[in-house]
């Protein structure tokens, strides 16, 4: 592999680029990073990575990213645990089965998944979030809860996400939980989902693991920052540009499958 200045510089600076933005803006970053590694490292002269390798290094990223997420809430009392056990059981296989099972797909077939994922996540950057009041008991259809987050685990699997970005609407306008328990708990399913992810892409050798460390390292320096200014400025501009870019990218894959 070419580790040459131009390759690290790169690849980190996509990593840190789309950490920050996934930061600022609360969503799962490897809905923004899928794109930029596909795409941009040709740009700069370096040999494109397929679809395989780029969802191989988000798996083992989300992974990283999500562990800091999840220990900052290791405290509080927002973290459900029933719905840790159901959703998470749930989407632990899902993520296992999509991302093992991404490995005997074509590079259309996880580029068409990508597509599917991209056009839901840009249309969710439209949607308002409902602010859900937090109450005493919190009830919530078991079955329902299991079965999406096995779809989502599945679906999220084969790019190698691990799903926040749905994960987040799911709670708060299907389950109708609370909207505080609903950033803390997502953050702990979306962990375990990156469990399932990184075992089945490191199992079938979709992993780079010299720009997976690359992407790890910068997002554990961009992500923090990123979340510090969002909660700092209004963020619906950049929320628009960057359904905007989610769109095209969509658009963009969908041409190159189709023609």
Known sequence: MDLSLTYIVVIFAL????????????????????????????????VAFSAHEVSGISAVQVFFASIAGVWAYRKSDLLHKEL???????????????????????????????????????????IPRKQVEHTVTITFNKLLAASLALIVGVASGVVGAAGGFLLVPILLTVLKIPTRVTIATSLAITFISSIGGSVGKVMTGQVEYWPAFLMIIASIIAAPLGAKIGQKMNVKLLQTLLAVMIAGTAVKIWWDILL
Not at 117 to 124: R, Y
């Open 84 to 126: 840790i056990v159901y959703m998470g059981g749930a989407i632990l296989i899902g993520s296992f089965i999509g991302s093992y099972g991404s490995g005997f797909l074509s590079e259309n077939a996880v580029n068409i998944v990508y597509g599917l994922l991209a056009v839901i996540a840009a249309v969710m950057m439209f």
């Open 15 to 46: 990593g840190f680029i789309g950490s920050f933005i996934s930061g600022m803006l609360g969503v799962g970053g490897s809905i923004i990073k899928y794109p930029m590694l596909l795409y941009m490292p040709s740009l700069f002269g370096l």
